[in-house]
């Protein structure tokens, strides 16, 4: 069988390249890269990576709805409302609605890439005053009562959902992101996750390896930062058919990871799919 092209997607999942250009609003040093939004026709959630050069920084803003960056690669000091923090290779910290905050890329000599996610289709900042840098807390954690959540990737429980399909939870509405939750999953050559579909929208970004896609009987070869959108209700998976790991961001818009399990043949597309309601109703 065939893999799907970009320029033959169907419609409703959308494929986004890693290199995709950067956004014309994009701040001197900083390339900031949309992969999911309402331009593919997601709701409720937008991801993309932000690209900084050495000793670039994305000054204090804030942001209407929950929002967690991930580090991809390089290490990161990221200030909210006065805090410092340290972030290292996939640490993920979460920003609620309102709180200002700004990340700085301290390298002399190396870029800084970090993959961010809303709660909502629509992403936008507005850039604040900076606040008086109050404490310092490196590769701590916040204390109780600050609003921010820091999920240190090294400290993150590994659960398997599948032979050699390791995952890591790293925002979720538990640990109080508001609409969003999401993680780090780790596939083994030859692993994969069951067919399944979600009652929300969900954003998976390839960050390690190659992936083959499959969506209600479409096929996608993803790799490099390349994002797949999935819509509500569409059966998919990700397999890995090479000889390396291959690893992935993803995002739902949702508080909670949740998933529906289904015949592998609605992923294949063998099988008609009768649509999410048939199995809601189970």
């Known amino acids: 069988m065939s893999t799907t092209s970009i320029s033959q997607l169907k419609v409703g999942e959308n494929i986004t390249l890693g290199n995709v250009p950067p956004s014309s609003?994009?701040?001197?040093?900083?390339?900031?890269?949309?992969?999911?939004?309402?331009?593919?026709?997601?709701?409720?959630?937008?991801?993309?990576?932000?690209?900084?050069?050495?000793?670039?920084?994305?000054?204090?803003?804030?942001?209407?709805?929950?929002?967690?960056?991930?580090?991809?690669?390089?290490?990161?000091?990221?200030?909210?409302?006065?805090?410092?923090?340290?972030?290292?290779?996939?640490?993920?910290?979460?920003?609620?609605?309102?709180?200002s905050h700004s990340v700085r890329n301290e390298s002399a000599d190396s870029r800084l890439v970090a993959h961010w996610a809303f709660a909502t289709a629509e992403p936008s900042r507005r850039f604040v005053e900076a606040p008086r840098l109050q404490t310092v807390r490196g590769l701590g954690k916040p204390e109780p009562g600050d609003p921010e959540h820091i999920s240190r990737f090294q400290e993150t429980a590994t659960y398997e959902l599948?032979?050699?399909?390791?995952?890591?939870?790293?925002?979720?509405?538990?640990?109080?992101?508001?609409?969003?939750?999401?993680?780090?999953?780790?596939?083994?050559?030859?692993a994969s996750l069951p067919c399944h579909f979600h009652e929300y929208d969900e954003s998976i970004t390839i960050v390690e390896g190659t992936a083959l896609c499959l969506v209600q009987g479409n096929r996608y070869q993803v790799g490099g930062y390349d994002t797949a959108f999935v819509p509500t209700g569409k059966p998919h998976r990700f397999i890995n058919e090479s000889a390396t790991d291959m690893a992935m961001i993803w995002v739902y818009a949702g508080s909670e990871p949740e998933r529906t399990l289904v015949e592998p043949e609605y992923c294949v597309g063998t099988l008609p799919w009768p649509g999410p309601s048939v199995f809601r109703n189970c």
């Open 162 to 190: 599948s032979p050699g399909a390791l995952f890591r939870d790293l925002f979720k509405g538990s640990l109080g992101s508001v609409g969003i939750c999401g993680g780090y999953g780790r596939f083994q050559p030859g």
């Open 25 to 99: 609003g994009s701040p001197p040093g900083v390339a900031i890269r949309v992969f999911v939004s309402g331009h593919c026709g997601a709701v409720g959630v937008s991801t993309g990576t932000a690209t900084f050069e050495p000793l670039e920084e994305l000054a204090y803003h804030q942001h209407d709805c929950s929002e967690a960056v991930t580090l991809l690669s390089g290490e990161a000091i990221v200030l909210v409302d006065g805090r410092a923090y340290k972030l290292r290779e996939l640490d993920c910290i979460h920003i609620p609605a309102g709180v």
